[in-house]
C-alpha cells in the first residue's frame, strides 16, 4: 500500500510501486489532467509537482513519492482562476492543449520559486516542455504575463 | 440555390437545417429524422429550438487549429445569433453517409488539407441564411408586412416600421415545416460581429485545467487496455512469442498475435498485450521475445538509400513529366549553369499526444471513443470489418491532442477492432510514442537536381528541375508533379520538370502540407543560390522571375485573392515581408536573413527567418510571415495557426529524420527524434494582407517556406549552404541569444 497526500488529500494506492505515477494517477485514481506524451522524460507533458518541485510523473515510480505532497493540475481546480492559467487564456496559448497542463505546470512551479523571472530563468524552467503546435513563443509571454499578474 | 437543397424538418418542435447536394440525400436524411423521437443533433448542422437553445454541430474536427471555433463565428453571423449561447458540438460522421452533399460542402466532412474555412465560407453562411430567411418570412407572415420589410438583431426578427419583434425561439414551432425559401437573405457582411475579431477557443479553460476530453484519456467501467507490439517491418509476420512470460507478468490478462495488415495496409503485424491497466499491458510487451519474419526486401542502410535514388534520378525516364515550351532543342551555347541537388528523409507527424481509442464490440453493436480528423470514414471501416449496420454504430469524436495528418489513417482502427471484436468487452488501446515513431505513416523522402542555365543579363533561359521520391507500392506511379514543383509562379521557359520513384519499403502518409516541403525547399533554395551567383538580392530576384502579372493553374486549390492574375498574390506577401522583417536593413556581425514564398492550399504565404551564427553554431531568433488568406475569420487563431506552423516547419526542418536500416525504423522517442525546444524557438511576427475576399485555410500554409527560409538564413550568417533536410546534419542549432 502506497500512502501520500494528494492534491491536500489522503492518497491510498494497492499498486505495483514501480508503476510510474503518471499511470498510477491516470488509471488508477482516474486523474487524466496529467498527459502521457513520450514516457521517457523528454516531452514535459506528465508534469507534476513533487513537494512542490516540476517532477516527470512517468520517470517517477509511485513507491518513490510515499509520504510525500504530490499536485496535479486538477489542484487548480475548475474554473481556470490560477494567473497561470488566466495568462494562458489571455494570451491564447493553447491550439491542441494536449501539452498545456505540463506547461502550465512547469510555469506554476517557476513561480512560486522566483516571482520575477528573467527569460534565462524562464527557457531553464520551460525547455523540458515540448509543444508540437509550437506555442513557445506565446508560452514565454503567459510566463511573464502570469508573473505580473501574481505581482499585482 | 434550390430548394431541394435544404431540408426544414417539424419533429419534436425545432427548427433542423441541413445540406442535402441531392434529392436522394434529402429524402435520407429525412427518413432518418422521421424515425428519431429526440433529434439527433449530430446528423444535421443547425438544430434552433423552441426553448431557445441554438446547436451548432461542427462538420469540421478540432485538431488545434480551430475550425470548429471560427466556423461558429461564422453560423452565428449569418443566423444573426448569440455567439456566446451557441452549443458547439462535433459530428460523428452519420451524416456525412446520409447526406452525399455534406461530404462536398464540407471538406468530406472533417479536417484537411486547410480546407475548412474555404468550404465553411459559402457553405455555413448558407445555412446561416437559410434559417434566418425562414424565420424572417415566418414573422412577416404572422404580422401581416412584407418580408422584405423585416431584418434581426441578435436572436430577434424584427419591423421597422411598427417595431414588432419576436425572439426567435417562439418562431420555431411555426417556421418548423414551412416551405424552404426560394432565395436566401444574407446579412450585409458590415453587420457581421464575430468575424474578424478575435476571440478564445470555446474550449480554452477545459485545456488549461485538464478537463478536455482526449481520446487518450477515456475511460469505460470494466475497461481493458491493450498495448501492442508491433512488428519493426511493415509487412513483416509474428513469427512467434513467449506467450507464458507475458501472462507471467502482473496485471496482464492475454497476449496473442493480430493481423490488421490485410485489411489495412499502413497497419503492421503484431502481438497485442491486454491489461488490467496501460502499465501492465506496457510491462508484458516486454517480456514478448517476440520474433519477425521481413518478406520484403529493404534497404540495408541510409548510404545504399540514397544510392538508389541517386541511380533513379539519373536513369531519366521519369513517370510524369512536364514541358514547357521548346526544351529540347533550347540553344545554350554561351549561356552559365548552375545545377544543384537537394535531399530531404523521411519525417513523422509527432502530435504530442499518443494515438489511443477505446472500443466495445457488443456483437450486434460497436462502439467507439476516437479523436480523428474524418469520422465517416471510421464508421466506414466499422462497418466492413464488422458487418455491423451503421443505424447500430456509435461513434464519439473528440478534440485531438494533435494530428496534422495523422489521425485519419486508419491502421490503430483495425488494430482495436479486431482486438474489440475477440474481447467482447470495452478496450482501451494506447499506442506509445516509440510505436508512433516506429510504426508511422512518413513524410516523402525525396532527392532533386535543379539545373538552370542563364545569361549575362541574368535571365534564365532554361530550367530543369527532377525529383525523386519512394513509394512501398508500384514506383512507376510516383508521377505527381504539382504543389510546389512545376505550379510555381516563376517564368521559366523553356522548362521541364520530372518526376519519378523508387520502392522503399517504408509506409506513407500525410504529414502538414503534403508534399510542398520537398518541392519547395529545392526551387526555392535553389533561386537563393542563383541569386548569390549573380550577385542579386533573393527577394528581388523571386520578383524579378516570377515576371509580369498573369494567371497560372496551380493544381484545385483556390487562387486570386484579390487579384486577376494570381502571380501578383506572390509578389505581394513577398515584397510585405521584406518590410516587416526590415529585411534591407544591416545586421549585426553573425546574423542573416533568409526568404521564402510559396503557394501552398489557396493561401500566399512567405516567410523571413533570422538566424545568429556563433563558435559554429546558429541559433533562429527571429521569424516573419506575409500571409495572404483572403478574409481572416478569427485573427487569433489565424495568428497561432501561421506562428505554430512556421515552428513545426524550422522544427522539422533543423532537426527531424527518420532513417531505416533494413527497412525498420531507428528513432523511438524524442531523444532519437528531437522536436525544437521553446529555448530554441524564435519570435514569429505574422501580417495578414487585408482583404475580404473568400478565406483559404492556414492549418498547413506556413509550414513548407520555412524549410528553405532557415537553409537560406544559415547561408546569410555563415556562408554555409546546407542542402539537406534535416539541417543539423551539418550544423548544430543553439538556444535562442534571447535566453543565453
Known sequence: MIEFTLNGKPARLDVDGAMPLLWALRDHLQLTGTKFGCGGGFCGACTVHVGGQATRACQVPVSAVSGLEVRTIEAFGTEANHPVQRAWAEINVAQCGYCQTGQVMSAIALLERNPSPSDGDIAQAMNGNLCRCGSYPRVRQAVLRAAELSRS | ?????????????????????????????????????????????????????????????????????????????????????????????????????????????????????????????????????????????????????????????????????????????????????????????????????????????????????????????????????????????????????????????????????????????????????????????????????????????????????????????????????????????????????????????????????????????????????????????????????QERITLHNTIMGGSFGRRFIRDALTEVILIADRLRQPVKLTWTREDDLRAGQYRNASLSRVQAHFDSGGNVRRWHQRAVGTTPRDPTKVASLSDGMSDQPYRFEPARFEMSGIRANVNLGPMRSPPHPAKLFPTVCFIDELAHELGEDPIDLHIRLIGEPRFIEQGEWLSGHGHEDNTSAYVEVARAVRRLSRWDEPL???????????????????????????????????????????????????????????????????????????????????????LMRFAQAPEVAVEFIDSTERPSGLGEPATPPAYPALANAIFAATGQRIREIPLNRHIRFAPSRRFA
Open chain 2, 588 to 674: 549585426p556581425e553573425g546574423y542573416g536573413k533568409g526568404f521564402s514564398v510559396g503557394y501552398i492550399f489557396g493561401t500566399h504565404l512567405a516567410t523571413v527567418v533570422e538566424v545568429a551564427a556563433r563558435d559554429g553554431m546558429v541559433s533562429i531568433e527571429r521569424a516573419w510571415c506575409a500571409v495572404n488568406c483572403g478574409r481572416v475569420i478569427n485573427p487569433d487563431i489565424a495568428r497561432q495557426q501561421v506562428e505554430g506552423g512556421t515552428i513545426y516547419g524550422l522544427s522539422s526542418a533543423m532537426g527531424e529524420v527518420l532513417t531505416t536500416r533494413d527497412g525498420a525504423v531507428q528513432q523511438g522517442n524524442f531523444d532519437s527524434y528531437p
Open chain 2, 1 to 389: 440555390m434550390k430548394r431541394r437543397d435544404f431540408l426544414i424538418h417539424g419533429g419534436a418542435g425545432a427548427l433542423v437545417i441541413t445540406t442535402a447536394g441531392t434529392v436522394a440525400g434529402l429524402r435520407a436524411v429525412n427518413a432518418a429524422l422521421a424515425q428519431s423521437d429526440t433529434l439527433a443533433s449530430a446528423d444535421t448542422v443547425l438544430v434552433m429550438h423552441a426553448d431557445g437553445r441554438v446547436v451548432f454541430t461542427s462538420p469540421y474536427t478540432e485538431m488545434g487549429q480551430g475550425s470548429p471555433t471560427s466556423a461558429a463565428m461564422i453560423l452565428a453571423d449569418e443566423l444573426d445569433t448569440d455567439l456566446d449561447r451557441l452549443e458547439l458540438r462535433f459530428h460523428d460522421g452519420r451524416i456525412v453517409q446520409t447526406d452525399p452533399g455534406f461530404e462536398k460542402r464540407f471538406n468530406g466532412g472533417g479536417s484537411g488539407g486547410s480546407q475548412s474555412m474555404a468550404t465553411a465560407w459559402p457553405a455555413i453562411r448558407e445555412i446561416g441564411a437559410a434559417a434566418r430567411t425562414t424565420l424572417i418570412q415566418t414573422a412577416a407572415l404572422a404580422w401581416g408586412v412584407n418580408a422584405r420589410d423585416c431584418d434581426t438583431e441578435a436572436d430577434r426578427v424584427v419591423h421597422g416600421a411598427s417595431g414588432r419583434q419576436i425572439p426567435y425561439a417562439q418562431l420555431i414551432e411555426e417556421a418548423a415545416g414551412r416551405p424552404v425559401p426560394d432565395e436566401l437573405r444574407y446579412r450585409p457582411q458590415d453587420r457581421y460581429r464575430y468575424i474578424g475579431r478575435g476571440r478564445p477557443r470555446a474550449d480554452a479553460s477545459q485545456i488549461l485545467t485538464g478537463q478536455a476530453p482526449y481520446a487518450i484519456d477515456h475511460a469505460v467501467e470494466g475497461m481493458v487496455h491493450a498495448s501492442i507490439e508491433r512488428c519493426p517491418f511493415r509487412s513483416g509476420t509474428v513469427e512467434g512469442f513467449d506467450r507464458n512470460a507475458v501472462l507471467a507478468v502482473p496485471g496482464v490478462l492475454d497476449a496473442f498475435a493480430i493481423d490488421p495488415h490485410g485489411v489495412e495496409p499502413s497497419a503492421r503485424r503484431g502481438i497485442a498485450v491486454i491489461g488490467r491497466d496501460t502499465w501492465s499491458a506496457l510491462q508484458g510487451r516486454r517480456a514478448l521475445a517476440p520474433s519477425w519474419s521481413n518478406p520484403e526486401p529493404a534497404y540495408r542502410d541510409e548510404t545504399e538509400f540514397w544510392n538508389a535514388m541517386r541511380q533513379r534520378l539519373d536513369a531519366g525516364a521519369p513517370n510524369g513529366e512536364h514541358t514547357v515550351g521548346d526544351f529540347d532543342g533550347a540553344e545554350l551555347e554561351g549561356l552559365a549553369s548552375l545545377q544543384r541537388e537537394y535531399r530531404l528523409g523521411y519525417q513523422n507527424q509527432t502530435p504530442m499526444e499518443p494515438i489511443a481509442m477505446t472500443a466495445h464490440h457488443r456483437g450486434d453493436a460497436f462502439e467507439l471513443w476516437v479523436s480523428t480528423q474524418y469520422p465517416r470514414d471510421f464508421r466506414d471501416r466499422i462497418e466492413e470489418m464488422t458487418g455491423i449496420p
